[in-house]
Structures are given as C-alpha cells and as structure tokens.
C-alpha cells in the first residue's frame, strides 16, 4: 500500500488491506494519516464484527470487500442519478424558456408577417388597417398623422378621415426601390424610410408603450417620453428607445443588422449564441453596432454617424467602402439592377461624395472616374467591369 495516498484512502480500504487492518486493531494507525470520519468508520465496522465475533477467512474479507464496494457505488449511482435527474430537469426548464422567448412574437410582429405585398410596385403603398390601399406616386413623399389619429396629410394636400376602428389598428407603409417616404407619427417623432422599406405602426399608440415594426433601413428621430419608451422591432432584434436619433438597417435579405447612433440612447435587444436566449447591449452617441445573424454577435465600433444617415438628405458619404456593398446600396435607392463582373472587383474599396440628385449612372460614373472601372448600360441593367486598356 502506498502510505502518500493514505490521505486519499476511505474506511473499506483499511479493512480490505491486511497490514492497515491490522494497525487499526493495534491501535498504531496515526489519525494524522487519514481523513478522520474514514478512520472512525473503519474502527465502527470493526467493532460491529468483532463483538459479533466474526472471523473472517479470505473469502469473507473478499465478500465484505465486495459489499462494501457495491454500497458505495449504489451510493454513488444514486447520487448521480439524483444528479442527471435535476440537471435534466434544469435542460428541460431552460429549454421550454427559450423556445418561448425564440417563438413568441410580439403582437405587432404577428401583424407584419400578414401584410403580403407585391415588390415589382412602383409607388408607395399606405395601407389602413391592411385593408384599404392609398397609393402614394411621388418619389419622395410625406406621411403626417394628426396627434389624436384621426386625420393623414399626404404631401401637404390629401387627407385621410379614419374611422374608429382603423384608429384602433395597426398602418403600414411600403416603400418600394427607387423610393422614399418620410413618417410623422401620432406621438411626433419622424421616421426616413428608405427604398424597398416596410413600416408598421399604431395609428395611435396605447397608454404603455410606443411600438413600431421595421423591415428596410430608416432613419429614426424619436419624441422623448421617460414614461413611454419607443420600440423598434425587427425580426431578428429589437431597440429600445428613450428619445434620440439613429439609423436601422434590417432588410430581409441582409446577413447583418445594422444600428448607427447619432444622439441620444439605445439599449439593444438581440438573440445571441448561447442557451440563455437573448441578451441586452446599450449604445453610445457616434457608434456603429453591427450584428451578425449567423453568428448572432454583435460588434460595435466609432463611426461618422453622417455617413449612415445622410441618403435622407440626398447624398451619401462613401469612406474606404466596398463597392459591393455601393452598388447595392444604389440599387435600392434607383431600383435599378447593377451586376459587378467580379467578386474580386466587388471587393475593391471607394471614398467620397455621392449626390443622390443624379441619375444611377451619373453617379457610378463619378465612382468610374476615380477607379480602374468601366460601365455598360443595357435593358435596365448596369454592368460595372474592368476597365479594358486599349490594344
């Protein structure tokens, strides 16, 4: 028996080790050299069997070794079962939570996801009640609710009468590409929506909460009110809004979401990798927080928060962006198809001044002008390529 295990060693093993039985019998153990309650047990069994006066031969001592073992052991399985039984049960708890907050929607997301409309439109689409369509032809237009909700200027000069039930109810406004519409709501704050955007709103929001729905980009100005927060929902997150100002970037057809703080603050509310469901991360004035929906991360980082919200105001602010992500910005703001030949070229970077006043082609060809590319129009279709050098 190795003595610099001994402090390791339980009551079945001093008797189960002749020379250590022994020693107990004679009294020589040290109670130094083992866990005290493991000598105290080894010297209780050992009354127990001597005042019965067992002798044990080999076999005995093997069988009581034996028994012993086995005791400890159904110990140990009960113990562990107890074990796997509670976490499982813990598995099962946290499991139920989560497919809860992953599956449950929020009442104006279940209205969204009900309002189909057709993306080859050329006007904007106001929709009371999901119902009744107002369309909108201009390329730049204007929404404004009366505070009660009850009366919609469009331009300055339609207005709409709304009965109570559509008061009651959510609108929507869907813009499609080569399009904007600018929102005032109920409650005074402006929404910028930007090209092949969906808004759904409350005509007239309750007493509690301030909620609206975005699929698109947008550019927020929020009324403060400390009693009732501003909600923007998406469907892969969701912003909580005191007052302040920012843009959302959350098309269906984008690997990230994308939120640039201009004043004011936010608290971000986001699905992340983990078993514990969704996770809350506040912003700062001047960042950008982009989160990533196959990763579900989000990383935030100092940025001009001009350059994500000035397409409201006619222009962009291009630094080292791909031209990948150019082109698609403009497709969407034209609606026009733009095709780069390459990955590679798609993957070349451009910085400067873009004035939305012009024509698709006007402005690829400024970007044309300061890179090695060409362009080619034909049948609604812009092709971007490698300049070709003569000869």
């Given amino acids: 028996m190795n003595r610099d295990n001994n402090q390791k060693q339980r009551a079945e093993d001093i008797l189960s080790d002749d020379s250590l039985s022994e020693s107990l019998i004679n009294g020589e153990i040290q109670q130094t050299e083992f866990q005290e309650e493991e000598l105290l047990l080894a010297g209780r069994i050992h009354q127990v069997v001597s005042a019965n006066r067992i002798l044990f031969g080999e076999d005995q001592k093997n069988l009581l070794d034996q028994r012993i073992i086995d005791s400890i052991n159904r110990s140990k399985r009960n113990k562990t079962f107890a074990w796997v039984v509670s976490a499982a049960a813990l598995l ?12 449950s929607q929020s009442e104006i997301s279940d209205f969204a996801s009900t ?16 119902k009744k369509v107002v369309q909108i032809d201009a390329q730049e ?5 009366s505070g009660n909700g009850k009366e919609i200027r469009i331009d300055e000069q339609k207005v709409e009468q709304l009965d109570e039930a559509d008061i009651a109810s959510y609108n929507t406004v869907v813009v499609p590409y080569g399009k904007r519409t600018q929102i005032a709501l109920s409650d005074n704050s402006t929404i910028w929506l930007n090209s092949g955007s969906k808004l759904v709103y409350p005509v007239h929001f309750a007493d509690n909460k301030r909620e609206v729905f975005l699929d698109g980009e947008a550019v927020f100005v929020v009324t403060p009110d400390k009693n009732h927060p501003f909600h923007v929902v998406t469907r892969d997150m969701e912003i909580k809004v005191l007052g302040t100002v920012f843009d959302l970037c959350a098309y269906s057809d984008d690997s990230t ?50 350059d994500y919200t000035s397409w409201k105001d006619g222009y962009l602010v291009m630094e080292k962006n791909s031209l990948g992500s150019i082109a698609k910005k403009l497709s969407r703001y034209y609606n026009v198809p733009i095709e780069i030949e390459s990955p590679e070229l798609a993957g070349e970077t451009f910085s400067g001044y873009l004035d939305l006043r012009n024509s698709a082609v006007q402005v690829l060809s400024l970007i044309s002008e300061m890179m090695d590319i060409e362009l080619e129009q034909s049948d609604h279709l812009i092709k971007i390529r490698k300049k070709q050098t003569p000869g």
């Fill in 92 to 103: 099962i708890m946290v499991g139920l939570t989560i497919f809860f907050q992953l599956n």
């Fill in 115 to 130: 309002i189909s409309v057709k993306s080859d439109l050329d006007y904007t689409q106001l929709l009371l009640s999901g």
């Fill in 141 to 145: 237009s204007k929404i404004a609710y």
């Fill in 257 to 306: 979401v994308n939120t640039v703080l201009a004043h004011g603050s936010v608290e971000l509310i986001y699905k992340r990798g983990s078993l514990f469901g969704s996770t809350k991360e506040k912003m700062v004035p001047g960042m950008l927080a982009v989160y990533d929906l196959a990763d579900e991360t989000l990383v935030q980082k100092k940025v001009n928060t001009k």
